[in-house]
């Protein structure tokens, strides 16, 4: 068995674990059929790259490709809704794995970073170069932060929109969204099993999965596989 999944999860919910916890289920719900609906959603945004260096007006979809059993810690960081999709499937659509590189490197190696940087700020009178370089560092992350938060386990893989990759509809202001169709879904992970069955209680999920049903699980049934 190899250490990588076959399965990309976007995971979602991190805004809803901040409301009362009798309503997260219901809020749940709507956001898995907003999602099957409209799309996984993403909006611009900035970021930290390489230490001391940020960079702006980015839009990227995130994904990892951890095991299912290994979801209840990512789940805590990013939201409790997971919505997975085959590597290829993310992979024609322009994500890639992205390049982990050390927090907190020793001036003399950071031969990466370096070069990056250096192409980045060394182009800006030449447009296209300019531009692909911004791209690359989009596709840069911290192995950890400074609460040495651990990012590195995550396996991420990013849709990043750009020029050449517009799989990411713009909606409008920042908002961006990636389509898909109810057979591109290979897993549906739910934060509890009351969650679950809100949601294939309801008319609009039930009939946008009528044709193809794709695994469905618990953060607790993630522990088992």
Not at 41 to 58: A, L, M, Q, S
């Amino acid at each position: 068995m190899g250490i990588h999944s076959k399965i990309l999860v976007h995971w979602t919910g991190k805004d809803i674990e901040n409301y009362p916890k009798d309503k997260r289920s219901q809020l749940y719900v709507e956001r898995l059929k907003n999602d099957l609906q409209e799309g996984l959603y993403t909006k611009t945004t900035e970021e930290d790259v390489i230490r001391g260096w940020k960079i702006t007006n980015i839009t990227r979809l995130c994904f990892t490709e951890i095991r299912l059993s290994q979801a209840q810690t990512h789940a805590e960081r990013y939201g409790k809704l997971g919505l997975g999709f085959t590597r290829d499937f993310i992979m024609n659509k322009g994500g890639r794995p992205v390049i982990y590189i050390p927090f907190d490197a020793m001036a003399d190696s950071r031969l990466l970073e370096d070069s990056i940087r250096n192409v980045h700020e060394k182009s800006k009178d030449i447009g296209e170069i300019h531009t692909s370089s911004k791209w690359i560092m989009t596709h840069v992350k911290r192995m950890w932060n400074e609460k040495d938060e651990d990012y590195y386990e995550e396996m991420e893989w990013r849709l990043v929109h750009g020029p050449n990759n517009k799989h990411l509809k713009n909606i409008s202001n920042g908002v961006h969204r990636l389509e898909f169709e109810a057979s591109d879904i290979k897993a549906i992970i739910f934060p509890d099993e009351d969650t679950k069955q809100l949601s294939l209680k309801d008319d609009g999920i039930r009939k946008y999965l009528s044709e193809y049903m794709p695994i469905m699980a618990t953060l607790d049934d993630c522990c088992n596989f």
